[in-house]
């Protein structure tokens, strides 16, 4: 993840190639560079930046945990001792179930999204993490189901109006 401040500046072609790979992500530097008009080098080298820079986000994402055999997700609101946050956050990364997790502010501290196997397996991964030294409370939600799946289509649409 970038850290802020160091976002990369995006041009039309950059906007153009994001919004081809966000419509097939398997799509080819070759495929590209025909359907942007601009060269092979031209495309593996922004390509290049783009990875570089941190635009593409690891290829994990990519795939379900439902596939590894971990069917049920569900958050957790983590609150913290403010003074150990980086300590416990190193820890939570320990935590093989947690896929995901944010800082937050207001009553909540971080909130982690994991994945188990089933209730049970959720409960204990929920232990685990209660477990952590100076992790006070942990509220847990389960996801019912994506509502609305991670997408960029529309800020691709506002960022090119912006370019």
Not at 118 to 146: C, K, P, Q, W, Y
């Amino acid at each position: 993840m970038l850290p802020f401040g160091n976002m990369p500046v995006l041009d039309r072609t950059d906007l153009d190639i994001l919004e081809i790979l966000s419509a097939d992500p398997r799509t080819t530097v070759v495929a590209l560079a025909e359907k942007l008009r601009l060269s092979r080098n031209t495309i593996q080298a922004r390509m290049a930046r783009l990875d570089q820079t941190g635009v593409f986000l690891p290829y994990e994402r990519a795939f379900s945990p439902g596939v590894l055999g971990f069917p049920l997700q569900a958050f957790i609101s983590i609150g913290v001792r403010q003074t150990e946050l980086p300590r416990i956050i190193a820890e939570l990364a320990r935590v093989p179930e947690v896929v995901q997790a944010y800082g937050l502010s207001g009553s909540i501290d971080l909130l982690a999204l994991v994945a188990c196997r089933d209730a049970r397996h959720l409960f204990d991964t929920d232990a685990r993490i209660l477990s952590i030294d100076g992790v006070e409370r942990t509220e847990t939600s389960l996801a019912m189901g994506e509502v609305i799946p991670f997408r960029v289509g529309g800020l691709m649409g506002l960022a090119r109006r912006e370019a």
